[in-house]
Nanobody, 120 residues
């Protein structure tokens, strides 16, 4: 069974940082793109960041310069380092494994989501 297990979410104040982790089990996805979406209350799920199998990254404008997506294929893990967090970053964050190795590959497997709350 392929599973994506996320951790690192929580409650922080504006300006603080969090690092989300997503560990993939059941198979190796070193040849697949990975990334993160988020969904705030009452809003549609939106792309946050994505990374190809070779490490090429792409970010949404609203997180560019603040968030960094990375991967460690030896650990089957994708990360999202979130700095300078804002209240509008409050959402459930979901990791995914893409269908192909391309950066913009469509999501194929999803994590369960982890809550990030930024409160002043």
């Amino acid at each position: 069974q392929v599973q994506l297990v996320e951790s690192g979410g929580g409650l922080v104040q504006p300006g603080e940082s969090l690092r989300l982790s997503c560990v993939v089990s059941g198979s190796s996805f070193r040849s697949n793109a990975m990334g993160w979406y988020r969904q705030a209350l009452g809003k549609e799920r939106e792309l946050v960041a994505r990374i190809s199998s070779s490490g090429t990254t792409n970010y949404a404008d609203f997180v560019k310069g603040r968030f960094t997506c990375s991967r460690d294929d030896a650990k089957n893990t994708v990360y999202l380092q979130m700095n300078s967090l804002k209240p509008e970053d409050t959402a459930v964050y979901y990791c995914y494994v893409g269908l192909t190795s391309w950066t913009a590959s469509a999501p194929y497997y999803w994590g369960q989501g982890t809550q990030v709350t930024v409160s002043s």
